[in-house]
DNA sequence: TATGAATGAGATTTCATTCAT
DNA sequence: CATGAATGAAATCTCATTCAT
């Protein structure tokens, strides 16, 4: 039982480095299997083909990052704040843990039709996530009303891109740094405006 | 002499065709070979691997949307004008041409360093462009300053991400219909204030 | 467990006939395929390469044919008499192992780089057996000074002529008959006298 | 006329080099058709095949050196006298011309019948030259009796292996080292004893 | 004579997956 | 649960040769 576990754990481990280093396609399975330090049979025990290491692996590590940002959310109150802080989750996140942003980001587009489908199913849980707060803003009047869901895959293609290029270019070092200009771009895009002090014109 | 441009035109076209519908990976070389209507060893003649046959197409479609977007940037006046004629176009290309969002916007990622390297160098054309025009509108006191680099990436990625949801979703349908919610998130985002009417308050 | 080895002897064998009557590059690893009862990927999990292969094969050949002759010079007692009949040994097995006599000196010339050192290493090992065995006659006083490393070089590549025209004009027949001359030649080219009967002038 | 012997001189040339670097079948004729500044069909408007090519640059590397041995032996009286002043031109020649040594030693081995009979061509033709002389040295009574046509091809082995080590090892340095301990090896090989002064015991 | 684009059969190699032990 | 030898379809790439210009 327990054992079972660990070797799961084993393989998903080995899987994440390789595909993050080389990509889906790039990574044989006897490349996972010698660094899991198992057998091939052991690993299709596990997973019945490689798409579904890929798949559950891809859904393990999403959860992971999910779970981070809601409980910085319900960390937080008034919903910009709330998304303020779950934008500083995800960046700080991925800048900690390369392999994640590279197997999140990075992989799973141009694979085909299955692979597609679960990036998308991905993106739309982060989506929904700051759709419901963006939603939820207005609701508070925090900001004036807008399309809240291509915002929403605005946001996410932007956190995306500046991701991608860090791991690329190593551009900005770090990657945080980029947290004050995309939240200014960011929230005046939603047209909100800061709460200035009292008696500010 | 003119017949080698022809046939070279044949395979990018037959490439095209099939690197957007089916991948990188997915479409075997014989496939082009057979819709190209020629031999193995004409593709080789012209292209010295997949890889390079690849990133020629790459660069064919990249140069033709780049040059769209310069044409329109040179009819209009003013940065942000010039910059909302861009997008525009850029959206506009995208939506009648899925293929070429698809090969532009899905391919390339984790198919390899090359790959990326080859996207990186693509996205950082379209980056600088926007880079340029960014830098001219806070020249030109139209915006307030901003790290305009970043600015760029986030567009890009934003636009990518929305295109890229539309080509599996299907929404917004059609594609366009984001380009008003997207400008006023980018120009927002980018501090930039309509101008009003004389008068207004 | 068992089986492992007998597969690989099974392509052994098949290589072994093949590369004998066809060479190496008229040999196809599907034809090796087929000749050995075994797929495609079977050969390549025994032999990461054709040329692994063949190298495996000159290595077991090669092996043979020295551990016959260690065995023959082990049986024999005088320097002299060990390579009397070490060169014996050679021409026999030869003669009645054409296979062996086109793998071991016909290939391998002409393969590039890699095969020629292949070529080249497994000489050394008989010219090294030659060697050491004229520097004990030597010593011995049965035979004056000489080079006996360029001797043993002169020698090998002797027999290698002389089966290489026995295998294509089929003289002379049989090969062996050539051994009294070879060996006249060769002991009177080392300065070596026949023990004469008491008494004789 | 004199243009077309040029071309050929050229693509001969071109071939010697590559073929000599790098073996028959790792050149292609491309290379060759690069390297002699000439077109595909250039190439086999003078050479209808690759081993057509081959071929008629074996025979043109063999018949100068023929000429040379001939000229050699022309030059000198005594059989066995004729016999030393040829292997001195052999092994001068082939040390002088590393391309020559490794053409016409090294390849033509396990490229299939046609070449080997080709090969066997070209040793008959040097082993029949030996062997008119051993014939003649016998009738002079300079040596005794022997096997002539198996010690022609004896020698021709045995200069052939030593070239070829020499060529990948270097040794002996200079090749015409090996050149007293082969004449002692050969001569006193076919009984052939050196005159000695006079009064000598 | 010369060119070089085009041919196309064929070669080696890869690799996800299976299954007897 | 685990092993690893074996499968076999498929993929990319090579290259001697041809032929219209």
Redesign the pocket.
């Known amino acids: 039982?327990r054992?079972?576990e660990l070797?799961r754990e084993r393989i998903l481990d080995a899987a994440e480095k390789l595909f993050a280093e080389k990509g889906f396609?790039?990574?044989?399975?006897?490349?996972i299997?010698h660094a899991a330090?198992?057998?091939?049979?052991?690993?299709?025990?596990?997973f019945?083909?490689?798409?579904?290491l890929f798949f559950a692996l891809l859904d393990k590590l999403a959860d992971a990052l999910q779970y981070e940002v809601q409980e910085e959310i319900a960390r937080r109150r008034g919903a910009v704040n709330k998304i303020q802080g779950a934008l500083g989750v995800v960046l700080k996140s991925l800048a900690s843990k390369r392999r994640l942003a590279q197997i999140l980001l990075r992989q799973g587009y141009g694979l085909g039709p299955a692979f597609e489908r679960k990036r998308l199913e991905i993106y739309s849980r982060f989506a929904q996530l700051i759709k419901e707060h963006l939603d939820e803003a207005i609701a508070e009047g925090s900001i004036p009303p807008i399309n809240t869901e291509i915002t929403a895959y605005v946001w996410l293609g932007a956190i995306n891109e500046l991701v991608l290029r860090w791991i690329y270019t190593g551009k900005p070092d770090p990657l945080t740094e980029a947290l004050p200009t995309l939240l200014e771009i960011f929230l005046r895009g939603i047209g909100y405006k800061k709460k200035t002090k009292k008696g500010a014109p």
Do not use: N, Q, R
């Open positions: 039982m054992d079972k070797t396609h790039e990574t044989a399975m006897d490349e299997v330090k198992i057998s091939k049979g052991g690993v299709y025990f596990h019945p083909s490689k798409e579904k």
